[in-house]
């Protein structure tokens, strides 16, 4: 089962979702703001993203920037960022879809296209 992190006001979110449901794609949805990823699945995500930190952030938030994150983000480790991560959902790159054999960060639906009926 496919899990996706959301925000309610996330058009991004919502094109995600649809391009799921039109594919008969089961999924759990979770809000990303209240109900942040834990840390494995932000390890596998990072993972994915060959150990790229700041493509876990949504770097466009307003959050991002009152954080100053952006001067921060390359002297932090992994644990304090995902710190920041778990602490503020709403730091985290939406959508973020994570599964057994799935780790997607922000909705292209060319890389979302391999994504199979569950």
């Known amino acids: 089962m496919l899990t996706i992190y959301t925000y309610k006001n996330c058009?991004?979110?919502?094109?995600a979702k649809k391009f799921l449901r039109l594919r008969s794609i089961d999924y759990d949805e979770k809000p990303i703001r209240e109900d942040p990823p834990t840390i494995k699945e932000l390890a596998v995500m990072?993972?994915?993203?060959n150990g790229q930190l700041k493509r876990?952030?949504?770097t466009s938030s307003q959050d991002y920037r009152e954080a100053g994150l952006k001067d921060k983000l390359a002297n932090l480790s992994q644990e304090e960022a995902f710190g920041y991560l778990r602490r503020n959902g709403n730091l985290v790159k939406r959508p973020f879809l994570i599964g057994k054999e799935t780790a997607l960060l922000g909705f292209k639906e060319s890389e979302w296209a391999s994504l199979q009926k569950g």
Not at 11 to 15: A, F, L, P
């Open 46 to 49: 990072l993972k994915t993203y």
């Open 56 to 58: 876990l952030f949504n």
């Open 11 to 15: 058009s991004t979110c919502r094109k």
